[in-house]
Each structure stands twice: as structure tokens, then as C-alpha cells.
């Protein structure tokens, strides 16, 4: 408890230097964001108007004090592009993005383990080898390009799978209650809207996933293959266990404690580098939504986007400091003895 | 091992279930078309090619434009202007209902003109400065007074989109920027629609689509072949777009797909690609307040050095050189305009005359282009190469768009050439000659050239101020030749629109090169016709 405190208490510090850094950085690109959302015909006052809304012409001290003042209040401003409340945006493109990452979070955790662990197991075999060229095919080839020929494929040449969207706009999307469709459609007891919208995540997510999981099956092996020369695994052999009890459980769990920790990274760096993913499958996401902020010079929204990944990547380290500790007791001791 | 098994199978079926699943399409009779987000469809703030095709189909305007762009009665049945072209009076069609059943007003049309005018975004720059006030003296008069004479009024209307002021009213937020008017129901005409139009809101979801559905209670004939549905998607993404078309999930694409794109799309049966002309130019402007292109002389030795025709037909295919600064499809054209051609000795001699000939080396002309589209800087290479024959040096530099706004809105940092495109604002000549050389445009990216010519604005305040149309387009026509005299731009091509669509099954009135020349009006869904059963069989 006392550790998860801490690191909360980090994290706040590390979250404000993260706005004051996005905030200064957003208002040093170049043009006017006001004169920009409006065009170049609107009348001078109309612009104005704006500029003193946003407080732009304020010391930007000033500005980040305001930024302050409502984001403690749950409050971020009004986004240029959408024109309306940044909070309400994140509300609704956030679970999208969400959903999407967990999906991918689940293919690249499941694939990526089970591939190493496979690859790690039967070291220096064919199977070993084959998985290596796949894995760095997959960790080399860019989401976008996963994402590319799944659509020529699937979509164009064998016209299997849907290309866009969540659902299809014929289906009335369920009541909100997550946001997260599948999700949202299980729990009101619509089994086939989940089916559907799981059938619009498949592509998207299997893209996201590709590069992460590759990565993930690299570590694992790599792990698992030095796990095996290891004494231990060499005595519970030697005690007659089977061999699947030995990899399952004595050596696999050992083994997951470095890819658990990347796994945490590239899961919250999913939702981060969807942009696009998203765009491709047209899908209604915070990292789509973030990066048009970003072309458009979308300041409140910009900053909001950043501090949501920001917060995303905190929690998700924590969790798996958790975890680890409880993969691995000594973590935990060595946290205790440092105290 | 056999739970391992069961585990396997089990996922097999939940994958087999998945790819067998189908789902009901859309409408029998829908039409697709994608888009680059966002999609205004609040009249006081959408005015971007997407935003103005959902306006066109959601709601009603007193005017509505002929193929020529000329004005026609629609919800207003005739109208009269003042001696003085100082009052404008407009009588309303009786009986027209809003989508909520409720009657459309004079009270709602001078609601809509005070809302546009008070937000000033959007259409709103058409109207702010030239409408001195609105009064609705009966239900079914409406009368618009002006601060001056403005000739081109009546086009203008074309964007004055007609708000139910009672719906607007009744889902204001208070409070809001406009006092007692509070957000003047902006929150709630981002997702929800206050018209008359052909076609209502079914949904709005932000950055995905805008799905609308058939008025049955449209005032005016609708076809019965047109789309029950009309759909706007929020992508361009050239391998979405030719999925969807491929699976006919996409009848009409938007008019930014690249030029490979467009040659794949062309080859997928069934598909095939629409041209014409919207009206919009493209310049290379020329900054005449700053050497070496302050002197008309040298301006005259770049136009003559140009290469147009590797311009048209090499860069940009299918787009005709420009004769002047208004684009040949626009009303109020005049096609006697003086047309340059690269003749390499005339540039020489031009040269000559220059003040800065035989210093050439110490006046380098600055040339920017703008990052997208990637061809701006094929073109910028092309007027490097044409200016160094004549022994001009030239530094070509590459500049996102965001940074050319921002160089543009001073005199000292306008570079001394940058490509752009303008599009006019209402269906006439005088829009573009307004917005490209107007004084009051400079510091805008619609003008490099910072003309701040007192007679040029004189000659357009008097054309813009002339009621009688003829006469005005004359008084254009004199405009024109006094630009190309001036020779602050080269007037490279009238931009071609290009859409890939589903010929089988759709009959696009715009796809045969005939086209509205104001955006968003080619895609008024009630005249495009859709024929599910011929889909069905390229389908098969």
C-alpha cells in the first residue's frame, strides 16, 4: 500500500511536468489557432472573440494558470475542431481506443507468449527459427502496414471482414455504459451486436498487435531458452516431473517477469501509436482525435490527449510493478529491505 | 491434451461464427460518400466542402442555384430590390413545414440571418459588414436592409441555410458568449439538424460518419429513385476507399484522392471517375511589394518564361490553363483575357526592361510551396528551372501550410512566390477578384501579392456595388484585363474535381463535367438516383 501511494505521489509531479511541457509546446507551433479554426474570411471580432475565450493573448503563464484553474475541475477547455467541451470528447473517443487496445493487449499477450514460450521450448529447432524471421518481420514492419494488407486482403480480395467503422450504421449501437461496445453489448444481453462488433475489432486490433507481440515472443524466448540451461530446471528433470509441468510451471512463470514488464509499455503505447490504425479502419478514437488536434493546432484538446496517455502510462506501470512483485516474491522482499 | 483440444475447437467456432456473420446493409436505397472530417452541420459554423454538402441537403435556402449558378426561386417565391439596391425584399412560399412539422417563417429566416451574423463564423464573413439589419414584417416577408449596395446579395443567399428558430430556442445552454441568447443553441446543432430540407439527421457520430434520412414530407418533388439514406463518412484513406468501392459499400469518393489512387479505382469494374470544374484557381502569387517582384517587368519575364503546358498536362493533368484570375466556369468569366505561353525570348526582353536586369544574382526569388499536396512541388522545381533559362536564381523551399499562413500575414515575410489555390465564395467573378486583390484580403492566405491598389478597389467596390447583372459582369470583365496588365500572379490552371463513383448503379447528374460551380451543391442527394437491383448484380 505504502508503495502504491508513492508511486501516486510520483506520478503527480511527473504529470505536471508533462502539462507544463505540452502546454509550452503546443503554443510555440507556429500560427494562430484562433484565425485558423475560424478561416481566413471570418471577421475580426468573431476571431477575437475566440482569442479571448482561450485567453491566447494572455503571458502564457497566465494561460496555464486558467488551463489549471479547469482542468482540476474536470474541465479542459472547448476544442477548436470538435467545438465543444475537450471533456466530453475524451469521454466519447477514449472507450473506443480503449477497446481496441485491450483486444490487441489480449492477441499480443496471448500470441506473443505462447509463440516465445514455443520458440524458447524447442530452442534452435526449425520452429524456433521460423518464429525469429516472423518476429522480426513483425517487429520491423510499421502497424499501419499490417494494417494496409489486412484491408487488401480481407477486406478487398476476399471480402471476409468489415474495413470500417465499430458496428455497421444499419445496427443501433447498445446503451452506453462503458462505451466499449462489445463490452456494452454483452452486459445488456445483445450477443450478436457483441459478435458484430468483435468482428469490426478483429483487423484493427491484429494490426495494433503484430509489432508488440513480436517483440513480446523475442523476450520471452529469449528468457526462457537461458531459463533452461539453469540448475533448477535441470533437478525437477532430474525428479521425474513431466515436461509440460516443468515448462508450465516452473519455467514459464520465471520467464514472463521481462515481458510482462515490456507488455505494460507497449500496451499503453498502443492506444498512443493508433492514430493510423484508426484512421485506416476509420475508427473513432482518441488517437485519431489527438492527432487532428495536433494538425490543426488544436491546443486544449492537444494537452488533454497528452495528459490521458500520460495518466494511462502511470497506471499501467503500476500495475505491473504489482504484478512482477507477484511473479517474483524477491521483487517484493527487495522493495521491503529498501525501505 | 484434450482440454488443449477443446480449447482450440472452441476458439475455431467463435472465428467461424464471426466470419459467417452478416448483417443487414444500410438502406435498400442508400448512397455513401467519404469525406475529411469535420462535418459542420450548424449553419452558423460549417462552411468546408463537407460541412457544405450536409447543409445543402439538411436545409432549405430562399435561393437555390441553376447549373449555371444562377439564382432561382425556392422557399422565397420572387423578390425586389430598392432603387437605391439598399432594401431587399423577399416573399416567402406559404406551407413550407420543418422537420418537426412546424411551419417555416420570415421570423425564422430573420433568425437564421441575425444568428449567422452575431457567431460570424462559417458563411457568416458573406453577410457581416454588408447587412445592416433584417425585419419580417408579416409571416411571409422578409426583408434584408444593407449598409451598401451589394449586387451579388442574391447569390450570396445560396448560403443563408434556415433555421426553426422555435427548435434553436428551445435547446439553448445558458449561459453562453451571447448573453441572453446563451450558446445560441451551438451545442446542440452539432449533432442534431433545425431544418426544412430534403433530408433529416438519423445520426451524428463525431470523427465517424453523419447519417441522414428522406424527409417524407419534402415541399418539393423528390425522385423516387434518389437515396432514402445519404451517408458521409470521415475518411480519405486512399486503401479504405478503394476496399469500399470494390465492395460497393462507397457509391461517390472525395475529391483529394491522389492521382494512383483514382487510376486504381478507375479500374475496378463499374467504377469510374467524374471531372469538373467547381471554379476553383490556382496561382502562383507574386508579392509586388518586395524585390525582385515589385517590378512588373521582371513579373512579366516569369509569366512569359513559364512552362503551362508542361503545368497542365504533366502535373496536373486535366486541368486547363487559366485565361486571367477567374476561372472559366465561373459566371462573370470573360474569355478575351490576355493567356500567357512560355516564349523564352519575350521573357528576355521583359527582363531587360526590369530594374533589376544585369543584378539578377543579387535579387534570388524566393519560391515557397506548400507541403500537400506533393505536386506543389514538382510545379515550385518547374518555375526554378523555366527562371534559371532566363538566368533567374531561385531558393525553392518546402513550408507546412500552418507556417505559409503565418509568413502570409506579414508583407516582410511573404515570400516572393508561393503556389496556392482560392476558391470563390459566392457563384460569381467578382468573389475571387474580391478575395485575391482586394486590400482588405491582404495579410491572408487568399493574397500574396499585397496589390493595395486604390484603383483596383475602386473598380471592384463599384462592380460589387452594380445590381443589374449584366452590367456588373461587364464592369468584371474591365477588372480582369486591368489584373493581367498588373501581372501580380501567374495564372496556372482551373482546377479539375475529380470523384471516383459506382456508374452501374448510380446516375450522378454532376459526373458527365456539368457541375454547380458552388461546393457542396453537386452533392444535394434528392437529384442523385440510386438502383439497388443493378447493385445487387455486380455484387453477384
Not at chain 1, 509489432?211 to 523475442?218: D, F, K, N, Y
Request: net charge negative; glycine share 6%.
Amino acid at each position: 500500500m505504502k508503495f502504491i501511494i508513492k508511486r501516486l505521489a510520483y506520478s503527480v509531479f511527473v504529470l505536471v511536468g508533462l502539462s507544463i511541457l505540452m502546454f509550452a509546446i503546443a503554443r510555440v507551433v507556429p500560427g494562430d489557432p484562433a484565425r485558423m479554426a475560424l478561416g481566413p474570411r471570418a471577421p475580426e471580432w468573431a476571431v477575437q472573440r475566440l482569442r479571448d475565450e482561450m485567453h491566447l493573448e494572455d503571458p502564457i503563464y497566465v494561460q496555464y494558470y486558467h488551463w489549471v484553474k479547469g482542468a482540476v475541475h474536470g474541465d479542459f477547455g472547448r476544442s477548436l475542431v470538435t467545438r465543444r467541451s475537450v471533456a466530453s470528447d475524451i469521454k466519447e473517443f477514449f472507450p473506443a481506443s480503449l477497446e481496441l487496445a485491450l483486444y490487441s493487449g489480449f492477441f499480443m499477450g496471448l500470441m506473443g507468449i505462447a509463440l516465445g514460450a514455443v520458440s524458447g521450448w524447442y530452442k534452435n529447432r526449425w520452429i524456433d527459427n521460423a518464429v525469429r524471421i516472423l518476429s522480426y518481420i513483425g517487429i520491423i514492419t510499421p502497424s499501419f502496414v499490417f494494417a494496409i494488407f489486412f484491408v487488401l486482403i480481407f477486406g478487398h480480395a476476399l471480402q471476409i471482414l468489415p474495413t470500417i467503422g465499430r458496428i455497421p450504421s444499419s445496427l443501433t449501437p447498445p446503451p452506453r455504459i462503458t462505451g466499449m461496445i462489445t463490452f456494452d453489448a454483452l452486459v445488456t444481453g445483445n450477443l450478436f451486436l457483441c459478435l458484430v462488433g468483435l468482428k469490426h475489432l478483429l483487423l484493427p486490433a491484429i494490426s495494433l498487435a503484430m509489432g508488440p507481440l513480436s517483440q513480446e515472443a523475442r523476450i520471452t524466448r529469449t528468457t526462457m531458452a537461458s531459463n533452461l540451461d539453469k540448475d533448477y530446471v535441470a533437478a525437477e528433470r532430474s525428479s521425474g516431473l513431466a515436461e509440460r509441468t516443468i515448462m508450465f510451471k516452473y519455467l514459464l512463470k520465471p520467464s514472463l517477469i521481462p515481458t510482462i514488464s515490456i507488455y505494460a509499455l507497449d500496451f499503453a503505447a498502443i492506444i498512443g501509436n493508433a492514430f493510423v490504425v484508426e484512421l485506416i479502419f476509420n475508427w473513432p478514437g482518441l488517437s485519431r482525435y489527438g492527432m487532428n488536434a495536433m494538425l490543426q493546432k488544436d491546443l486544449n484538446a492537444l494537452v488533454a490527449v497528452v495528459m490521458v496517455y500520460g495518466i494511462l502510462f502511470m497506471v499501467v506501470n503500476i500495475i505491473v510493478d504489482l504484478v512482477v512483485g507477484l511473479l517474483d516474491p524477491r521483487i517484493r522482499l527487495g522493495e521491503k529491505s529498501s525501505e | 491434451m484434450k482440454k488443449t483440444v477443446r480449447v482450440f475447437l472452441i476458439g475455431l467456432c467463435v472465428v467461424g461464427i464471426l466470419f459467417s456473420l452478416g448483417v443487414a446493409g444500410a438502406a435498400e436505397r442508400s448512397l455513401t460518400t467519404n469525406w475529411s472530417w469535420p462535418t459542420y452541420i450548424d449553419p452558423a459554423v460549417g462552411s468546408d466542402f463537407s460541412s457544405s454538402t450536409a447543409l445543402v441537403n439538411l436545409y432549405d435556402t430562399l435561393v437555390y442555384p441553376d447549373r449555371k449558378g444562377n439564382a432561382q426561386p425556392h422557399v422565397a417565391k420572387s423578390w425586389e430590390t430598392s432603387a437605391d439596391a439598399l432594401t431587399w425584399t423577399f416573399h416567402l412560399r406559404p406551407g413550407i413545414k420543418f422537420h418537426d412539422g412546424t411551419e417555416l417563417t420570415a421570423e425564422d429566416v430573420k433568425f437564421s440571418m441575425d444568428r449567422l451574423t452575431t457567431i460570424g463564423e462559417g458563411y457568416g464573413f458573406l453577410f457581416v459588414g454588408k447587412i445592416a439589419s433584417s425585419e419580417a414584417p408579416d409571416k411571409a416577408t422578409v426583408v434584408f436592409n444593407m449598409k451598401e449596395p451589394f449586387g451579388p446579395f442574391v447569390t450570396t443567399l445560396f448560403r443563408l441555410y434556415i433555421l426553426n428558430k422555435d427548435l434553436v430556442m428551445a435547446n439553448i445552454k445558458k449561459p453562453g458568449p451571447y448573453g441572453d441568447k446563451g450558446d445560441y443553441g451551438r451545442d446542440y446543432l452539432l449533432t442534431h439538424d433545425a431544418g426544412s430540407g430534403p433530408y433529416r439527421v438519423k445520426e451524428v457520430h463525431l470523427e465517424e460518419y453523419v447519417l441522414m434520412e428522406q424527409n417524407p414530407n419534402y415541399w418539393q418533388p423528390i425522385d423516387p429513385q434518389a437515396p432514402d439514406e445519404f451517408k458521409m463518412i470521415a475518411t480519405t484513406e486512399p486503401v479504405t476507399i478503394r476496399t469500399m468501392m470494390s465492395r460497393r459499400e462507397l457509391e461517390i469518393t472525395d475529391a483529394w484522392q491522389p492521382t494512383e489512387s483514382l487510376e486504381a479505382l478507375d479500374a475496378i469494374k463499374g467504377v469510374e471517375i467524374s471531372k469538373y470544374y467547381p471554379g476553383n484557381e490556382h496561382y502562383f502569387m507574386l508579392h509586388t511589394k518586395k524585390p525582385p517582384t515589385d517590378d512588373i517587368h521582371f513579373r512579366k519575364a516569369m509569366a512569359w518564361a513559364f512552362d503551362y503546358k508542361t503545368e497542365v498536362e504533366r502535373i496536373w493533368p486535366d486541368s486547363p490553363q487559366s485565361v486571367g484570375p477567374v476561372t472559366r466556369t465561373l459566371p462573370g468569366h470573360d474569355p478575351t483575357v490576355f493567356q500567357y505561353h512560355r516564349d523564352l525570348d519575350k521573357a528576355r526582353e521583359e527582363l531587360k526592361k526590369s530594374k533589376y536586369a544585369g543584378q539578377l544574382d543579387k535579387y534570388p526569388v524566393e519560391i515557397h510551396w506548400v507541403s500537400v499536396p506533393a505536386d506543389n512541388e514538382k510545379e515550385a522545381l518547374l518555375l526554378m528551372s523555366n527562371l534559371a533559362d532566363i538566368g533567374i536564381e531561385c531558393k525553392v523551399v518546402k513550408v507546412p501550410w500552418m507556417s505559409i499562413v503565418e509568413e502570409m500575414a506579414n508583407i516582410e515575410t511573404s515570400p516572393n512566390v508561393v503556389g496556392v489555390f482560392v476558391a470563390p465564395h459566392y457563384p460569381e467573378g467578382g468573389s475571387l477578384l474580391e478575395s485575391r486583390y482586394k486590400s482588405e484580403s491582404v495579410a491572408t492566405w487568399e493574397q500574396n501579392e499585397w496589390l493595395q491598389d486604390p484603383k483596383f478597389d475602386q473598380m471592384i467596390e463599384d462592380a460589387i456595388g452594380t445590381v443589374d447583372r449584366e452590367e456588373r459582369f461587364a464592369k468584371y470583365g474591365k477588372i480582369q484585363h486591368y489584373i493581367v496588365d498588373l501581372c501580380p500572379s501567374l495564372f496556372l490552371f482551373d482546377q479539375v474535381e475529380k470523384h471516383g463513383y459506382q456508374a452501374t448503379y448510380i446516375d450522378w447528374p454532376s459526373s458527365g463535367g456539368e457541375c454547380i460551380p458552388i461546393m457542396g451543391y453537386n452533392f444535394a442527394a434528392r437529384f442523385i438516383k440510386v438502383y439497388p437491383e443493378k447493385r445487387a448484380k455486380l455484387l453477384k
